[in-house]
């Protein structure tokens, strides 16, 4: 069993900044890689930014140079520092991870998601 627990996310100007934290705890023997989709109303999930062990990142274009992805794996916790935020970037944002252990390998887990919304 996998535990994500996110916080961080809110209302902010456009412009504005907000952090996003996920922690991850339960039974696996590791999370090689972990990220953050988003799902706008009307829209379907889309990838914004991924980051694994070693500290490979991986951003969904419309947010590059704005958004930076991090990583605490000794506490297997993911960051993501939304800058020069804009209404667009209003979504549910969910915590995505790929743990692993002995019985299944690895597999994906979700988060429950964490509203953002972005207006003046």
């Known amino acids: 069993q996998v535990q994500l627990v996110e916080s961080g996310g809110g209302l902010v100007q456009p412009g504005g900044s907000l952090r996003l934290s996920c922690a991850a705890s339960?039974?696996?023997?590791?999370?090689?890689?972990m990220g953050w989709y988003r799902q706008a109303p009307g829209k379907g999930r889309e990838l914004v930014a991924t980051i694994t062990r070693s500290g490979i990142t991986n951003y969904f274009d419309s947010v590059k140079g704005r958004f930076t992805i991090s990583r605490d794996s000794a506490k297997n916790t993911v960051y993501l520092q939304m800058s020069s935020l804009k209404p667009n970037d209003t979504a549910v944002y969910y915590c995505y991870s790929r743990p692993s252990d002995y019985v299944r390998g690895e597999y994906t887990y979700w988060g429950q998601g964490t509203q953002v919304t972005v207006s003046s």
């Open positions: 339960g039974n696996f023997v590791s999370i090689n890689l």
